[in-house]
């Protein structure tokens, strides 16, 4: 074989054997040319390791790997130091060589790869090896192997570290190999990131290992030598496409070491120059894309960060044919699992390296949301406006597949998963920016969390009505209503609104406000899941200081006197007093319990005792707590993981006028069903009954309270609702509602409403993109249903 000084970039993909020339060359892989560094971790001086991880981010480096050797005392644990070295740096990878794997439990090591993967941001990268020391091994307490074991061995802890990071599957682990068992591990916790998975060595079986199942492959160049290298890419090779795999998805990673002089002497001994042209080759003809350097020295470090790594990339550049055949794209095991009807290949390169796949590890994250479980067939994470614009022009592409927009992912009603279509998920557009401190307006993102937002105004002594639990996206609740704990005072988040910017169903960027396209604003506050998605909100938010905050346990014994006697103490409260109630089904055994919340928006400690006084007066208690605090605390009320809802809610949601003996009693004889397991009621009235009726497409602004039940059969709750509630109920909040039946439209809207969103339908979504959240039907369409 002729070896060729010029090639192929490791940014081109793999490359077929036969040219046009008539040569025959070995392999490029296309992957992004990568360096980093091989640190001793030395006990002695346990600083210097540390030193280096960090001199290596300054100088640019990709990563920084050290090799883990137990049977060493003069080493430092590399699990320990990595937490460490994690904690010193911000931005480059952290790679582990496990070298001895009989030393470390599997189950184990991936508990703790993930969990550093977790505390770094997404930084670990993982290999594993067969070592070269079974005496010392052995020594430690481990099994001897010989090297047909040591292969197997680590063939099987590559599946158990898999498998326990596979938290999609909630079934716990068994597992039984020849050298690891598993009696039913629980799984988890998942990492932050694909941890790559390489394996180090080269020995023939490890090798096709690495084809079959790893990553890539971790070589070191004294031991293999550049005719080792092609032999081993061969091999590799030939075991991937056996196991139905794409050569290009093993990464290919050489470790080296030289010495920097004046004059050559040698292979990597010399000038910079003649690094680049001893280390070509091995990049555009034998396919490395990683060149780790092995270095406890600075200069040697800084030497060939400066002048070998740019010279480097310039002469791989110059030897790229053009134009580039194709990218490296996901795994074959990531392709198994995509969905029919979706061209995954065509998902806009402004949105690839953020989307999310079926296979991806980050799947487990995004499927489902708050209340329901759901399998997406591709999630799609924009960060701009254009990138959101992007992923409608995908959307429109693929408009026999559902479509999901999320933004916290906490909507009860909302569809911001399915199964099998797509999400776009906004969860990135989270700014929260202060434009104007005289008039306290306030541009928000509709990725922000309340929570966030709650916590941004508070140092200006602003806050603004939003929900009541902080976790809930600002997107979904701001284009929708907004029914929180200052409603009576300060009305609904919507009638803060005073403009919004947003991405329409044809991809046309607007903005909407009383002065422009005001009828599209009109319509966004209340009904914009249909419209469009909102990339930004500018409100106008309220001066709010400390607020009293109450939380009552009452006797629940009578449930009609307690609702009745509630109801009409909020009515007769000031609007500075929002409150609501929640009640389940009796309990054998068990007192019946109320839980009553209250937030008074006012600093005085005698004024929030005395308007919530009533409220406590209403029934017996069993416990009560009242502070004076923020509203922001009060809002920091959710966590920052993962949403992991499951199954499907069933609610039934509704306004009323007033709590009156009959609405108590069919409420009452609605919780003894046994139907329904949660029942709430939120106040509102006061100021969200300032607005008029048709101000804006939310149109209830007569009714003092909405109720919202939450059940566990759909036709069950669906017959007891209708039966003790329906001639009570006035309108709904779309929000609360999962009731698929097209009257929910014409109970959430009056008639004039309605059509008048049907016509803005027409004229702003005519073929329904937007089809999966409450869908209005354009007025061109039957006026039978809507």
């Given at each position: 074989m002729t070896r060729l000084t010029r090639g192929w970039d490791a940014a081109a993909v793999f490359w077929l054997t036969h040219q046009p020339l008539g040569e025959v060359v070995t392999a490029n892989y296309g992957h992004r040319l990568e360096f980093g560094t091989l640190v001793t971790p030395v006990a002695t001086s346990p600083a210097t390791p540390v030193a280096l991880a960090r001199r290596s981010e300054e100088l640019g480096y990709d990563l920084v790997a050290f090799r883990d050797d137990p049977d060493q005392p003069a080493h430092l644990d590399i699990w320990t130091l990595l937490a460490w070295v994690a904690g010193r740096t911000e931005r480059i990878h952290l790679a582990a060589s496990v070298r001895s794997v009989p030393l470390r439990s599997p189950a184990v090591l991936a508990r703790s790869a993930a969990s550093l993967d977790l505390l770094s941001g997404g930084r670990l990268e993982l290999a594993l090896g067969v070592g070269d020391a079974p005496e010392a091994v052995e020594a430690m307490g481990g099994p001897r192997l010989d090297p047909h074991q040591a292969v197997e061995s680590v063939g099987e802890a590559l599946d158990v570290i898999r498998d326990m990071l596979d938290t999609d599957r909630q079934d716990a682990l068994r597992y039984s190999g020849a050298h690891h068992r598993l009696a039913g591990a629980e799984r988890g916790p998942l990492p932050a990131h694909h941890i790559p998975f390489w394996l180090d060595g080269d020995d023939g079986r490890l090798l096709r290992l690495v084809g079959t199942k790893a990553d890539g492959w971790l070589a070191t160049?004294?031991?293999?030598?550049?005719?080792?290298?092609?032999?081993?890419?061969?091999?590799?090779?030939?075991?991937?496409?056996?196991?139905g795999r794409d050569p290009a998805e093993i990464r290919r990673l050489v470790t080296i070491s030289g010495v920097f002089a004046d004059t050559r002497r040698g292979f990597l001994d010399g000038p910079p120059?003649?690094?680049?042209?001893?280390?070509?080759?091995?990049?555009?003809?034998?396919g490395v894309g990683t060149l780790v350097v092995a270095t406890d020295d600075t200069g040697t470090m800084e030497r060939f960060a400066r002048e070998v790594v740019p010279a480097l990339r310039e002469a791989v550049d110059r030897a790229l044919p053009a134009p580039l055949p194709r990218t490296v794209g996901r795994s074959a095991a990531v392709r198994a699992k995509r969905r029919p009807g979706i061209a995954y290949d065509e998902v806009p390169a402004s949105l690839a390296d953020t989307a999310v796949?079926?296979?991806d590890v980050a799947y487990a994250r995004v499927r489902s949301n708050y209340l329901r479980g759901g399998a997406p067939g591709l999630v799609l994470r924009p960060r701009t406006p254009a990138e959101v614009a992007d992923a409608l022009a995908f959307a429109r592409a693929h408009r026999h597949l559902p479509l999901g927009v999320r933004s916290g992912g906490h909507g009860i009603s909302g569809r911001s998963t399915n199964d099998g279509g797509i999400v776009i998920d906004v969860g990135a557009l989270n700014e929260i920016e202060v434009l104007d401190r005289a008039t306290r307006r306030v541009r928000i993102g509709p990725g922000a969390r309340w929570m966030d937002v709650a916590a941004a105004l508070h140092p200006y002594g602003w806050a603004l009505t939003s929900g009541d639990y902080g976790g809930v996206g600002v997107g979904g609740l701001a284009t929708a209503g907004g029914v929180g704990w200052m409603a009576r005072k300060h009305g609904l988040t919507i009638d803060h609104l005073r403009a919004v910017e947003m991405v329409?169903?044809?991809?046309?960027?607007?903005?909407?406000?009383?002065?422009?396209?005001?009828?599209?604003?009109?319509?966004?506050?209340?009904?914009?899941?249909?419209f469009g998605v909102v990339t930004a909100f500018e409100f106008e938010v309220d001066e709010v200081g400390a607020v009293g905050w109450a939380q009552f346990a009452?006797?629940?014994?009578?449930?009609?006197?307690?609702?009745?006697?509630?109801?009409?103490?909020?009515?007769?409260?000031p609007r500075d007093l929002t409150s609501a109630i929640i009640m389940g089904p009796p309990r054998m055994g068990q007192p019946r319990v109320a839980q009553v919340m209250a937030m008074v928006d006012s600093d005085d400690p005698e004024t929030v005792v005395r308007q919530l006084q009533p409220l406590a007066d209403v029934a017996p208690g069993y416990d009560q707590q009242v502070v004076l605090t923020s509203y922001a605390s009060v809002m920091a009320n959710a966590t920052d993981g993962p949403h992991h809802g499951q199954g499907e809610p069933i609610t039934r949601s509704g306004f009323v006028d007033h709590i009156t003996p009959d609405f108590a009693e069919a409420a009452a004889r609605l919780l003894a069903s046994g139907v329904v397991y949660f029942f709430h009621i939120r106040s509102v009235g006061g100021a969200v009954n300032d607005v008029p009726p048709g101000a804006m497409a939310w149109s209830h602004r007569g009714a003092n309270f909405h109720v919202t039940a939450f059940g566990r059969h759909r036709g069950r709750l669906d017959a007891l609702?209708?039966?003790?509630?329906?001639?009570?109920?006035?309108g709904l909040y779309l929000s609360f509602e999962t009731d698929p039946r097209p009257e929910r439209l014409r109970d959430a809207f009056p008639p004039a409403t309605l059509d008048r969103l049907r016509a803005l339908k027409s004229r702003y979504d005519p073929d329904r993109l937007f089809h999966d959240n409450f869908a209005i039907t354009p007025d061109t369409a039957s006026r039978t249903t809507p």
């Open positions: 160049l004294d031991r293999t030598g550049p005719d080792g290298l092609r032999a081993g890419n061969k091999i590799i090779d030939e075991a991937a496409r056996e196991a120059a003649a690094w680049v042209e001893d280390l070509l080759p091995l990049v555009v003809e034998d796949e079926p296979g329409l169903a044809d991809g046309t960027r607007v903005r909407a406000s009383e002065t422009e396209n005001p009828d599209l604003f009109w319509a966004v506050r209340g009904a914009g899941a249909n009452l006797d629940a014994s009578d449930p009609v006197g307690l609702l009745t006697r509630w109801g009409a103490a909020v009515e007769a409260a609702w209708d039966e003790l509630l329906g001639t009570h109920q006035r």
